[in-house]
C-alpha cells in the first residue's frame, strides 16, 4: 500500500515549456486534490476533484489544467509554465466516508527560470 | 472568507519542554478544525481534529481543544522529542464545501537534545 504517490519529485522548466505532474493513489478515494505550498503562505488549493471524470477549480487555478481519466490518478498540467509557478505542489486524496482526513503525497518541487 | 492565523516561526525547545502553537480562526458557521503535521522531506499527515465546540482533538500525545468563543485551536503537548521536529499547519473546513480547507502558514519546530 503505496498511499499517494507523486511524479516527478523535482523538475526545473524554462519559461513557456509545458509539463504534466502525475499524482497516483491506491486508496481507492473518491476525492483528489492539488494544492501548491509557498512560502509564508500555507496550502493553496488549485483543483480538486470529486470523482472520476470530474474536475473543479479551487482557489488559484489559473495557469493550470487536471484531468481525472481514472479514478486512481490526477494529473496537474502545466501549458505554458511561468516563474510565478515556482513552487512545490502537493497531490492528496480522501475518501467519501471520512473526507476531512486528506492523505498527503511527498510532493513536487518545481522550479521555472 | 476563512482564514486562519497561526503564530509565526521557528521555535525552538529543549527536548521534553511543553510546546504550545497558537492557532485562531475566522470562519462563518461552525467549521471543523485540523493539525496537521509535515515532517522534512514528507507531505502533510493529519495529527488531529475537532469537529464542535468544546472538542478535544488528541493524537501522539498532542492535543487541541475547539474554543469557539476565542476562535481558537491551540496545539499543545507536554513534553517534546527530538522526533517532534517539523512543520505544523492548522487548518479548518468550512461547514459546506468538503473540498475547501483553508490552511494556516505553518509553524516551524525545533527540538534540541
Known amino acids: 500500500n503505496a498511499g499517494v504517490t507523486q511524479t516527478p519529485k523535482f523538475r526545473v522548466l524554462k519559461t513557456g515549456q509545458s509539463m504534466t505532474l502525475l499524482c497516483a493513489q491506491d486508496?481507492?478515494?473518491?476525492?483528489m486534490y492539488w494544492y501548491r505550498q509557498d512560502p509564508g503562505m500555507g496550502l493553496r488549493l488549485i483543483h480538486y476533484?470529486?470523482?472520476?471524470?470530474?474536475?473543479a477549480k479551487g482557489e488559484v487555478p489559473d495557469g493550470y489544467n487536471v484531468s481525472r481519466l481514472k479514478k486512481q490518478n490526477f494529473l496537474l498540467g502545466l501549458e505554458s509554465a511561468a516563474p510565478s509557478q515556482t513552487s512545490v505542489y502537493f497531490c492528496?486524496?480522501?475518501?467519501?466516508?471520512?473526507?476531512?482526513?486528506?492523505?498527503f503525497g511527498p510532493g513536487t518541487r518545481l522550479t521555472v527560470l | 472568507g476563512d482564514s486562519v492565523t497561526q503564530m509565526e516561526g521557528p521555535v525552538t525547545l529543549s527536548e521534553e519542554a511543553f510546546l504550545t502553537i497558537n492557532c485562531t480562526y475566522t470562519?462563518?458557521?461552525?467549521?471543523?478544525l485540523f493539525w496537521y503535521v509535515q515532517y522534512p522531506g514528507e507531505g502533510l499527515q493529519l495529527l488531529l481534529k475537532?469537529?464542535?465546540?468544546?472538542d478535544k482533538g488528541s493524537n501522539k500525545g498532542f492535543e487541541a481543544t475547539y474554543r469557539k468563543e476565542t476562535t481558537s485551536f491551540h496545539l499543545e503537548k507536554g513534553s517534546v522529542q527530538v522526533s517532534d521536529s517539523a512543520v505544523y499547519f492548522c487548518?479548518?473546513?468550512?461547514?459546506?464545501?468538503?473540498?475547501?480547507?483553508?490552511f494556516g502558514t505553518g509553524t516551524k519546530l525545533q527540538v534540541i537534545p
Open positions: 492528496a486524496s480522501s475518501s467519501g466516508d471520512d473526507w476531512d482526513t486528506q492523505y
Open positions: 470562519a462563518t458557521g461552525y467549521p471543523s
Open positions: 476533484s470529486v470523482g472520476e471524470g470530474t474536475t
Open positions: 475537532a469537529t464542535k465546540a468544546d
Open positions: 486508496m481507492n478515494h473518491e476525492y
Open positions: 487548518a479548518l473546513r468550512g461547514p459546506r464545501g468538503y473540498q475547501k480547507v483553508t
